[in-house]
């Protein structure tokens, strides 16, 4: 199966500031990933599909990058809101062996 | 408003039976595919089980192989999740969650039901 491996696996950092959450995976999955944000007690929400791609009603702040094993997922400023725990997910093996990464925790400094 | 609502969560013993039901909404649900997916208390998301839109492929995960069934009812809009032999490790919150028409993604996620498996 496809590994999927997050870093960090939590950060902190303030309203304002740039941040950026890798997923890399065990072998390549060309643009096969998505993103998603979770707060708790919530389930999760869908950010990023295809690597890239912002899903609707996203704001424009998030943004996803990568291809083949390595990918981020970027926060240009981070607000309020966005104190949550982030996931990726690959889509390669679909549908069959899904696996989600491990999780990044971005808390407030 | 789309929408998938889970139910039959609960306290089972170890060994026991549960069966859950996700009730969708909203959108045209014969026509996507569906997973389950579990999180188990302050662990990440892990896939469980998918089932395509006529129910004639259907996967899962190794952890649950065997021991759990998927299956659907596309005139009730109504997925379900049987599981037996349960252990102290499927306790987690259990959400459905639709495939998109559109892309390779998790668009519509339920609220989710807790399962806790303990004697």
Known sequence: AIQLTQSPSSLSASVGDRVTITCRASQGISSALAWYQQKPGKAPKLLIYDASSLESGVPSRFSGSGSGTDFTLTISSLQPEDFATYYCQQFNSYPHRLTFGGGTKVEIK | ?119
């Open chain 2, 1 to 119: 408003e789309v929408q998938l609502v889970e139910s039959g969560g609960g306290l089972v013993q170890p060994g026991g039976s549960l069966r859950l039901s996700c009730a969708a909404s909203g959108f045209t649900f014969s026509s996507y595919s569906m997973n389950w997916v579990r999180q188990a208390p302050g662990k990440g998301l892990e896939w469980v089980s998918y089932i395509s839109s006529s129910s004639s492929t259907i996967y899962y995960a190794d952890s649950v192989k065997g021991r759990f069934t998927i299956s659907r009812d596309n005139a009730k809009n109504s997925l379900y999740l049987q599981m037996n032999s349960l252990r102290a490790e499927d306790t987690a919150v259990y959400y459905c969650a639709s495939l998109s028409i559109h892309h390779d993604a998790f668009d519509i996620w339920g609220q989710g039901t807790m399962v806790t498996v303990s004697s």
